[in-house]
């Protein structure tokens, strides 16, 4: 009971840092080693590549008659999470249904895949921010740059400040010739990060090196 209660924490306190790939803006998780991290730990998790009826046999995407999508699902103790993933292009832009291959497809599912697992903890966070529309995306930039300064648009204090203790992050990790992107993934930076958020994985970057 205590497994199936806890196995969602267990998967996403695992360090993803050193497997993530970078392409076009988006990370990635290699399939096959995202699903070896997780059958070490549950060797009886399965996963599922669903399929429709097509005239010459089962087929393994869905469409809407213009673009295609895949849908795939993991199963962990008896809980099955489901992804539904468009087929796109190296810009990340679906591929019109005519234009669709069978590589194409494939590697849809393998990302789809991925992306279940992380659902059930696996890498979870490195997809932080990527279900939301443009429109979100461009409200919250506006959102956080009214907040950041006053009525005469000059800097705040926190705002500095956070800028501040990011650049001696960057500074640091420049230094020490470590790995940013890993550093990153590792204490899960990004653009909304906060000065306590930059400042706490700086103090433990130079504990870690003996500083």
């Not at 468009?86 to 992306?115: E, G, H």
């Not at 020490?176 to 930076?189: G, H």
Request: charged letters at 30%; hydrophobic letters at 30%; one cysteine or more.
């Amino acid at each position: 009971m205590e497994n199936k209660e806890n196995y969602f924490i267990k998967l996403n306190s695992i360090d993803v840092g050193e497997k993530i790939e970078q392409k076009n803006g988006l990370s990635y998780l290699s399939w096959a080693w995202a699903w070896g991290e997780v059958k070490k730990i549950h060797p009886d998790a399965i996963y599922t590549i669903y399929e429709r009826d097509g005239e010459l046999g089962p087929i393994n995407y869905f469409t809407d008659g213009k673009t295609c999508w895949v849908k795939t699902g993991v199963t962990i103790n008896g809980i099955e999470h489901i992804e539904e993933l468009p087929v796109m292009n190296y810009n990340n832009k679906s591929i019109p249904l005519a234009s669709v291959t069978s590589f194409d497809v494939n590697k849809s599912i393998q990302r789809s895949l991925t992306k279940a697992l992380a659902r059930h903890g696996l890498g979870l966070y490195i997809y932080a921010g990527e279900d939301l529309p443009e429109e979100s995306k461009d409200e919250q930039k506006d959102e956080s740059k009214s907040k950041g300064k006053n009525t005469k648009g000059k800097t705040t204090k926190e705002e500095q400040d956070t800028v501040d203790y990011c650049a001696e992050l960057e500074k640091f990790i420049t230094d020490k010739k470590l790995d940013k992107l890993k550093v990153c993934a590792k204490y899960k930076l990004n653009k909304t990060s906060k000065q306590e958020d930059f400042k706490n994985a700086l103090l433990n970057l130079k504990i870690e090196v003996g500083e």
